[in-house]
């Protein structure tokens, strides 16, 4: 499950797909969604991602959040831009987290303040603070993976390899580089032809960075499936393994609708977290979206598309599908 915390961001990115929601400064209520962890923890929730439409360590009760989640007994975890991640929030958070993932997607100082529309100085001060969590973590021993993300842009292509050594200096366990995906509802447009073929050498450049503790994860597979284009499933079978909660409580049943209402579910303010996913409203969306949802206009290379590509395989098997 991925939950927004927090509906506001300190930092516009040029290539964010949320542009559409005109982030406003909104957060939710702390004892209320504290119950609401202990109920998704009984009904099986496993585990949260805090990110989304804004940034989750905005949120001022954001330690006592995530502590409240890992009691309910669900892994807890966050993407974040890394720059409000201080000292007094390490020390509260990595005891509690599995793992934190930031998002910079540039390796110099001037080149992230373009791409992120950032004030100055920030590019420098998620390093600062990601080091200090590093070296807490490690003299701690807390069991929390750190790492960073970049997307590959034209903007920043040339600074993949200065960001992948700084990462691994400062003790990062991994970068990630994946591809641009485009959201359906963005205003932003930019990006929306991009090719990532020119690229897939870069994967070689990069694994000579790779040792026993850092690890640079180039998503060709992923750039692959973004020039191709093909989902190879026309249906979404993955509804029921993922979710979202925003900032004001809504709970929808996929990300990339987040203005369309048909996939609001309901909003755990006013509804039992047990009752929204027992709903009537939300068994007629499973069917729907299984049967009739036409995946061709969903975002290519969204978060449950690994999985639709396999349970449509399994319900749409191949002709040999018995041979080994």
């Known amino acids: 499950m991925e939950i927004s915390p927090a509906g506001s961001c300190n930092h516009r990115c040029i290539y964010c797909g ?187 450049s990069l694994s000579r960075y790779n040792d026993k503790n850092f690890h640079v994860v180039f998503r060709i597979h992923a750039m692959q499936k973004w020039d191709d284009d093909d989902r190879g499933y026309k249906h979404c079978f993955a509804l029921p393994f993922w979710s979202y909660i925003d900032s004001d409580g809504n709970v929808w049943a996929c990300s990339i609708y987040l203005t369309d209402k048909r996939f609001m579910i309901g909003n755990i303010y006013k509804d039992s977290f047990s009752r929204i996913y027992k709903s009537g409203k939300y068994k007629k969306l499973i069917n729907m979206a299984g049967r009739v949802l036409d995946t061709s206009k969903c975002r290519v290379n969204c978060r449950m598309d690994e999985v639709n590509r396999y349970l449509w395989e399994l319900k749409n098997p191949s002709e040999h599908v018995n041979f080994i």
């Open 18 to 204: 949320l542009d559409f929601m005109e982030y406003r400064p909104k957060f939710l209520k702390t004892e209320v969604f504290k119950q609401c962890l202990v109920k998704m923890g009984r009904c099986g929730v496993k585990s949260i991602m805090y990110a989304g439409e804004g940034e989750p360590f905005l949120h001022k009760d954001i330690a006592e959040i995530t502590k409240a989640t890992k009691n309910a007994g669900i892994d807890v975890a966050f993407t974040t831009n890394g720059a409000l991640f201080n000292k007094e929030l390490a020390g509260k958070i990595l005891p509690y987290a599995s793992w934190i993932k930031v998002s910079i997607n540039a390796g110099t100082p001037a080149t992230y303040e373009k791409i992120h529309h950032s004030p100055e100085g920030d590019f420098e001060r998620v390093f600062k603070n990601m080091s200090y969590a590093a070296e807490l973590r490690d003299k701690k021993k807390y069991n929390c993976a750190l790492g960073m993300q970049l997307v590959l842009l034209p903007q920043n292509s040339e600074e993949v390899e200065i960001l992948a050594k700084k990462a691994k200096n400062i003790g990062m366990d991994y970068l990630v580089v994946k591809p641009y995906s485009q959201h359906p509802q963005s205003k932003t447009r930019l990006f929306k032809n991009i090719k990532y073929s020119k690229y897939y050498d870069m994967a070689n």
